[in-house]
């Protein structure tokens, strides 16, 4: 399954909002229900670090201005107010089909 | 404090083997599923391979560029999750990470240049 992410590079004021779309090559939704639609941050330097899984569930820890939503093929991950400490590279991937695919990844800087 | 730490990162030539080691604690890895992943500045983020829970046959699935060079393994005695990289080539060149099969917990990685 092909994940294709965009824009691939966001720059952004700090304050306002961001949105990235991503979109897969299959249906995610799975046999049992579920739809397997993760959102992971890389800051710089840093190993990924998953923010969403199952399209819109926020992990422990992850500030509520992130948000996932989404079905089928088409998902978003959006940042209601952009805050210096979410620069890196957010990526998409889905673990419906095996094996799991991940997107090329959305640079998001500060203008 | 659940944390995975790899090891055993390096530079090895081309058609050679390198053991890479994932060390568990703060968790009990003999009931999880494992994951192997990898990241170039020119793929991106790219799963190698999985290793289910013993109770379910212990068994490995590997992507199509890795399958019969790569073995997963675990030592759940020791806490510990390897992946063998047997005749390697230089599009191997990577961070390698150890991943939980629900990619809530990731290692810090380690990475593997193959070149001579």
């Known amino acids: 399954v092909v994940m294709t992410q965009s824009p691939l590079s966001l720059p952004v004021t700090l304050g306002q909002p961001a949105s990235i779309s991503c979109r897969s090559s299959?249906?995610?939704?799975?046999?049992?229900?579920?739809?397997?639609l993760n959102w992971f941050q890389q800051r710089p330097g840093q190993s990924p670090r998953r923010l969403i899984y199952k399209v819109s569930n926020r992990d422990s820890g992850v500030p509520d201005r992130f948000s996932g939503s989404g079905s089928g093929t088409a998902f978003t991950l959006e940042i209601s107010r952009v805050e210096a400490e979410d620069v890196g590279v957010y990526y998409c991937m889905q673990r419906t089909h095996w094996p799991r695919t991940f997107g090329q990844g959305t640079k998001v800087e500060i203008k | 404090e659940v944390q995975l730490v790899e090891s055993g990162g390096g530079l090895v030539d081309p058609g050679g083997s390198l053991r890479l080691s994932c060390a568990a604690s703060?968790?009990?890895?003999?009931?999880?599923?494992m994951i192997w992943v990898r990241q170039t500045p020119g793929r991106g983020l790219e799963l190698v391979g999985r290793i289910k829970r013993k109770t379910e046959g212990g068994t490995t699935d590997y992507t199509a560029p890795v399958q019969g060079r790569f073995t997963i393994s675990r030592d759940d005695s020791k806490n510990t999750l390897y992946l063998q990289m047997n005749s390697l080539k230089t599009e191997d060149t990577a961070v390698y990470y150890c991943v939980t099969h629900l990619m809530d917990v990731w290692g810090k990685g380690t990475t593997v240049t193959v070149s001579s």
């Open positions: 299959q249906s995610l939704v799975n046999s049992d229900g579920n739809t397997y």
């Open positions: 703060g968790f009990t890895l003999s009931n999880a599923w």
